[in-house]
Structures are given as structure tokens and as C-alpha cells.
């Protein structure tokens, strides 16, 4: 396979069953029951025969929902996922703690890093983007004892000052919350929001269908003024 042709759609979850309390009303939005997060995860392993296509599985915000609910459903289809926390809440109540982290790592998963405490990012003067991003890797490397080498921009906000303090990490890659499909090889990758809206008829077409040009052209320009603003 040619990995510089080889497309991804890269999936993000952020929990599984019931949301907890600390989840506000909108990010409750983006939860998946139980029963749909299965469907999903069935539809992902066909998919996955495909050639030169595969689907990456990741989760924001470190619910503990990741490893009491989704692990045990990606290790029963033998997917992997990657796990991007923030720092400031691992071992918060009803989030994953160094126990959880070392779990989810011992089974395959991917740890990467969601930030410090969930801000946004191009609101933050220079120390506290620092705090963001080197503080926040430094501290999930420790949870982890394994080095951080992807990103997950909270709230999918960037511009070009948050993508050159980001460029002077470690980072193999950088994730955003803009639609569309990604590269393998590409260091700035586009993902997909999973919501609770979905039902199987919606992750048919997302898995096996392409999006038409007019909307593919429509998220290129998009990202393109999120990079160059």
C-alpha cells in the first residue's frame, strides 16, 4: 500500500453511555450510547477491509468512559484508538487516572495530549498557550511514562500563531475538529465529529459514501483561513 495516497477519516468521540455531570448541555451532544457506539464500531471493522482507506478512532477530554465502556468494545473487534487527554484532569473524579492511562496503553491504545484544562487556545496570551501545550505534554508523558507525540486542538480552534507554537513540539501530527478526510502523511489532519444524532443509515454514507465537491471545497477553503489567519 502507498501510504502517501492512503486516505483516512479520522472519527472523534468524547464519551460513551451516559455523560457525566461534569459535561455541560452541548458536550453532552456528543456522547454515544452504548448501542450506537457498537453499531459504529462494527461498521469501522468492515470498513477497514478496504484498501488504500482506513478510519482513525479518537476520544477527547479523557472521560472514563474511554476505558470502562470503549476499550472493551475496541479490544472485542481488535481496533485501535487514540486517546487525547488534558492534562489538568487526569485523576479528576470520572476521569482517567494513571491506572486508566496505563490500561488503555497496555491494551494498544495511543495516549496524545487535548491541552492543559480545555481552553481555547487562540484566546490564550503566549505563557499560558505554553501552559497548553509544553507544560500539558510534559505532564500526560509523566502520567503515561511514554512520550506524547500527537495533538488534539480543543474546540477545533487554531490559527496560524497556535500551528507555529504547535510546529516547536515533538508532534508527529495534529489533530483539528474540521470535516472532511485526511492524509496519512499530512501533519495537520482534519477529523469528524461523532454526535448522537447518528444512526446507521447517517454512518453508512460517512463510512462508504464521498463527500461531493462543492462541500469538499467548501472545508479546503475553510481550513485554509483557519491556517493563514
Same mark, same amino acid.
Given at each position: ?19 457525566? +455531570? ?6 453532552? &451532544? ?5 448501542? %450506537? ?5 462494527? #461498521? $469501522? ?11 482513525v478512532i479518537t476520544f477527547d477530554d479523557g472521560n472514563m468512559s474511554d476505558v470502562t465502556i470503549a476499550l472493551p ?16 484532569r487526569i485523576g479528576a473524579p470520572k476521569y482517567l487516572d494513571r491506572v486508566a492511562l496505563a490500561e488503555l496503553i497496555a491494551a494498544g491504545m495511543e495516549i496524545g495530549t487535548h491541552g492543559m ?12 498557550? +505554553? ?6 505534554? &510534559? ?5 503515561? %511514562? ?5 495533538? #488534539? $486542538? ?76
Amino acid at each position: 500500500m502507498d501510504l502517501k495516497t492512503e486516505q483516512e477519516l479520522v472519527l472523534v468521540l468524547h464519551g460513551v453511555g451516559t455523560p457525566h +455531570d461534569g459535561v455541560s448541555g452541548i458536550e453532552s &451532544l456528543f456522547w454515544l450510547s452504548r448501542w %450506537a457506539f457498537s453499531g459504529l464500531l462494527e #461498521a $469501522i471493522a468492515a470498513k477497514q477491509q478496504i484498501a488504500n482507506f482506513r478510519t482513525v478512532i479518537t476520544f477527547d477530554d479523557g472521560n472514563m468512559s474511554d476505558v470502562t465502556i470503549a476499550l472493551p468494545e475496541l479490544v472485542k473487534l481488535d481496533l485501535k484508538a487514540i486517546f487525547f487527554v488534558c492534562a489538568a484532569r487526569i485523576g479528576a473524579p470520572k476521569y482517567l487516572d494513571r491506572v486508566a492511562l496505563a490500561e488503555l496503553i497496555a491494551a494498544g491504545m495511543e495516549i496524545g495530549t487535548h491541552g492543559m484544562n480545555h481552553r481555547d487556545w487562540r484566546k490564550l496570551t503566549g505563557a499560558e498557550l +505554553d501552559s497548553e501545550v509544553l507544560d500539558a505534554r &510534559l505532564r500526560i508523558e509523566d502520567a503515561c %511514562a511514554k512520550p506524547v507525540t500527537k495533538a #488534539a $486542538i480543543p474546540f477545533g480552534s487554531y490559527d496560524r500563531r497556535v500551528l507555529q507554537r504547535l510546529r516547536r513540539e515533538p508532534f508527529k501530527c495534529v489533530y483539528t475538529s474540521d470535516r472532511g478526510m485526511a492524509k496519512s502523511q499530512q501533519w495537520l489532519k482534519t477529523r469528524t465529529a461523532a454526535d448522537r444524532t447518528w444512526e446507521n443509515a447517517q454512518i453508512e454514507r460517512l463510512l462508504f459514501s464521498d463527500a461531493s465537491l462543492m462541500t469538499r471545497l467548501y472545508r479546503n477553503t475553510a481550513r485554509l483561513y483557519k491556517i493563514l489567519r
